[in-house]
């Protein structure tokens, strides 16, 4: 892989042995991909915060420096870590003080996280806590080339925003925060970005959860591709294309889709596959989405529901203000349990606006930084859970072994106060 004369120095430990350990780090990475050479990045989004038991031995044996080196750089290094060469930001993690005697979650993993929240905040690192960095502040520009992890960030940030990144992983985000530097291959590359797979879309698709259905469907089909939708499309909106690429990068492994007309790199159908020939499409209608909807309910059983979780990725203001207006006035039913997730900084806002007292008034809680699925944590004896995420209802059966109903948000409130499922095919 070519260095410039910046990596070699910074390999030969100009900058220090912690810089010099995340430069051989890149290298090695850069190399197992076939990499040709590494690209400046000035975005870098990791979860280098995110508590473990063996960070917690770490940090017991060697402090926060130590951790960082094993966790973050792949090294048994002994050095300093320096502050964040790049602007960095914590992505989502595990729950924080506010969910404490809500969530069963462990205290000590509590600590430790606020622990490194102290020791990253000080190094340079935002502490967003939120898998939807581009809805608190941190919006790539087109064209800008970033190291992030979080599938449903990355499909966003390269597919909505037209930023480019792979989805990256601890080592080489906490690489790349020192170095400024990634492997560019992937999705660095606009020949990599093309379209692969058409969809032709002969159902109307409008509202977060046909786009979440939809997404699911994109993302079954091509895995780990690149899908080109047209179609009966109405105008998405940022909470549509949140579900829509979650879903895709669940039900697959998509980190760049085309929408022509609507997202950045596809003015037109032809653009999106590069002037190649435009493959025949696979159509997306009325009997392909009541699969999808049979699917993603494939894990309920018991209509007794007793958790609802909303806010996967994490709810923008809009989700918010529509949860406190389903529930206004309302109660949650005796033994059912609403969470609503939002990143810390969008919670500030729902406060001031009164939204977060109203959903707390009917006994629903809104929690930051975290998720279920995240800190493998929900309501003790939770059997049977709805959420209008087509995202969590694919993983959290498998994670908590519990049951999943989804649907649109309206219907996961009235489950929430009624206690019971009534969500019906549309
Ligand atoms: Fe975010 Fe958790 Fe969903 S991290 S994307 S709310 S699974």
């Known amino acids: 892989m070519k260095l410039d004369d910046t990596d070699k120095a910074m390999l030969d430990g100009a900058e220090g042995p912690a810089v010099a350990a995340a430069m051989d780090l890149l290298v090695r990475y850069g190399q197992a991909l076939d990499a040709e050479e590494l690209c400046d990045v000035r975005n870098v989004a990791g979860t280098m915060t995110q508590p473990s038991p063996i960070k917690a031995r770490l940090v017991r044996e060697g402090g926060w420096h130590k951790a960082y080196a094993v966790l973050n750089l792949d090294s048994d290094g002994d050095f300093t870590i320096p502050d964040m060469k790049v602007p960095t930001c914590q992505l989502q993690q595990s729950f924080g003080p506010d969910a404490e005697g809500i969530a069963p979650y462990p205290r000590e993993l509590i600590t430790l996280q606020s622990d490194a929240e102290a020791f990253y905040g000080r190094k340079g690192v935002s502490i967003l806590a ?19 992890m979080e599938s449903s960030a990355v499909v966003y940030a390269n597919s909505v925003l037209g930023a480019r990144t792979n989805c990256e992983g601890t080592a080489s985000t906490g690489a790349a925060s020192l170095t400024g530097r990634i492997p560019c291959w992937g999705n660095h590359h606009a020949a990599n970005r093309l379209g692969t797979h058409h969809i032709d879309v002969r159902t109307a698709v409008g509202g977060p959860l046909d ?36 879903a895709a990068a669940s039900s697959g492994g998509v980190e760049i889709y085309h929408l022509p007309g609507i997202t950045p790199e596809a003015p037109t159908l032809e653009a999106a596959f590069g002037g190649r020939p435009v493959p025949e499409a696979a159509v997306y209608g009325a009997r392909e989405r009541a699969a999808v909807y049979a699917d ?13 979780l909303l806010g996967c990725p994490h709810a923008s203001l809009d989700q918010v203000r529509d949860t406190a207006r389903l529930l206004d006035g309302r109660r949650l039913a005796s033994g059912t349990q609403l969470w609503l997730m939002v990143p810390r900084a969008l919670r500030t806002t729902a406060d001031r606006n009164g939204w ?36 969590q209802a694919h993983y959290l059966p498998a994670i908590l072994g519990i049951e999943a109903w989804f649907g649109t948000l309206a219907e996961c409130v009235d489950a929430a106060v009624t206690g019971r499922w009534k969500g019906e095919p549309r």
Request: glycine letters at 12%; charged letters at 20%.
């Open 211 to 246: 786009w979440g259905m939809l997404g699911y469907f994109a993302g079954g089909l091509v895995q780990e591709e690149r899908p080109v939708v047209t179609g009966a499309l109405a105008q998405p909106d940022l909470l549509d294309l949140k579900h829509f690429g979650a």
């Open 296 to 308: 993603l309910n494939s894990q309920g059983d018991s209509t007794d529901v007793d958790f609802v």
């Open 130 to 148: 939120t898998c939807t960095p581009y809805q608190v502040g941190n919006i790539p520009v087109r064209g800008e080339h970033l190291a992030w």
């Open 356 to 391: 977060t007292q109203i959903i707390e008034r009917a006994g629903g809680r809104v929690l930051t930084d975290s998720c279920p699925a995240m800190s493998r944590s929900a309501p003790p004896g939770t059997k049977v859970f709805a959420t209008d995420s087509a995202k």
